[in-house]
């Protein structure tokens, strides 16, 4: 069964909160990180986590966390 677009919404809400806490135990606080609103506009939803932009300290945290540091 294919979900709903409010389903869709509804998901991709969850996934942010779920990346938000995730990242924030390691550290790592994107102030950006959020539902792309341009992709919840249209008649078809697909909406996109827009992971926003960092300085270079908090992309640095990241990459060192991620491990290719």
């Known amino acids: 069964m294919a979900l709903t677009a409010m389903e869709r919404v ?3 809400e969850v996934a942010v909160e ?3 806490e ?3 135990r390691a ?3 994107l102030p950006s ?3 792309d609103p341009l992709t ?3 008649e ?3 909406p996109l986590v827009d992971l926003g932009r960092c300085n270079l300290d908090m992309a640095l945290r990241l ?3 991620l491990g290719t540091t």
């Open 10 to 12: 509804r998901a991709v």
């Open 18 to 20: 779920q990346l938000r």
């Open 22 to 24: 995730g990242l924030a």
């Open 27 to 29: 550290g790592v606080v």
């Open 33 to 35: 990180l959020r539902i």
């Open 40 to 42: 919840c506009a249209g």
């Open 44 to 46: 078809v939803l697909f």
């Open 63 to 65: 990459a060192a966390v």
